[in-house]
């Protein structure tokens, strides 16, 4: 039997804020750019940041990533592609942040899914798909 202190350990990795930063620019930078362009320029990244730091002091915190396979992950939504967790630990607030973000097919939505396509439908709907 596997100790809950070891077992979380196969689960979570102790992560630094850099991992953080790379997480956004590699994940997000569509996300980024579009931030940008309709907020002045400003950047998604340091609001978020800005956000997380006003509930729980990012300096003071111990940071995880959470990332299973995709068969065991309990919060993998319907249709996900990919999803990257992070935690935020501050010891000495005893507060935890939970940051998350998953990128689903647009193809996921209940109405697509309910309909049958034919052959040459399916087809039609994969062009402009980005993989």
Known sequence: ????????????????????????????????????????????????????????????????????????DPFLEKGAIWSVNFFFYNRKLKRVVSFRCCCTSKFAGDDFLAGALSDGEEEDALIDMDI
């Not at 596997?2 to 992560?15: D, N, Q």
């Not at 940008?36 to 609001?47: F, I, P, T, Y």
């Open 1 to 72: 039997m596997i100790s809950g202190a070891v077992r979380a350990h196969l689960f979570f990795k102790e992560e630094d804020m850099e991992s953080f930063k790379q997480m956004v620019d590699n994940y997000l930078s569509e996300a980024s750019r579009l931030w940008a362009a309709r907020n002045e320029g400003s950047s998604l990244l340091d609001s978020m940041t800005k956000a997380i730091d006003e509930v729980i002091k990012i300096r003071e915190c111990d940071i995880y990533s959470y990332n299973p396979d995709s068969d065991g």
